[in-house]
């Protein structure tokens, strides 16, 4: 299955604080770990919302709404996406990541639908 695992966002990560250079090498192992297992299939850190921008759909309108986005737990700061064998599989995967932020965070795990789920459609 493939799952995304999503690294939330926090107030230093919003600030476009940007990791130790203790923290960028733990992440890296991490991330040669995955690579080597076959697990990771891509991984990226994302700019703080400040820089970034919405497009709010409404019937046939578009409407561009510019960065900052409020309440960074509800932002993402980064991502994963990951081929594993079972949501507990990427469970085990996460708790052996370095803390990738200054403070408490969370990390995230959504799997992906696979084809047989809309096999009733």
Same mark, same amino acid.
């Given at each position: 299955?493939?799952?995304?695992?999503?690294? $939330?966002?926090? $107030?230093?990560?919003?600030?476009?604080?940007?990791?130790?250079?203790?923290?960028?090498?733990?992440?890296? &192992?991490?991330?040669?770990?995955?690579?080597?297992?076959?697990?990771?299939?891509?991984?990226?850190?994302? $700019?703080?919302?400040?820089?970034?921008?919405?497009?709010?759909?409404?019937?046939?309108?578009?409407?561009?709404?510019?960065?900052?986005?409020?309440?960074?737990?509800?932002?993402?700061?980064?991502?994963?996406?990951? &081929?594993?064998?079972?949501?507990?599989?990427?469970?085990?995967?996460? $708790?052996?990541?370095?803390?990738?932020?200054?403070?408490?965070?969370?990390?995230?795990?959504?799997?992906?639908?696979?084809?047989?789920?809309?096999?009733?459609?």
């Amino acid at each position: 299955m493939k799952c995304m695992v999503i690294v $939330k966002a926090s $107030k230093d990560s919003e600030k476009g604080t940007m990791p130790s250079a203790e923290l960028l090498t733990a992440m890296g &192992q991490y991330n040669d770990e995955l690579i080597n297992a076959g697990i990771m299939l891509v991984g990226a850190g994302l $700019k703080p919302t400040s820089q970034g921008k919405r497009v709010r759909f409404s019937g046939t309108q578009r409407t561009v709404i510019d960065g900052p986005f409020l309440e960074p737990e509800d932002q993402i700061a980064g991502y994963w996406l990951w &081929q594993v064998s079972s949501l507990d599989e990427a469970v085990e995967w996460v $708790k052996r990541c370095p803390n990738p932020m200054l403070e408490d965070s969370d990390i995230e795990i959504r799997p992906e639908y696979e084809e047989a789920d809309f096999a009733a459609y």
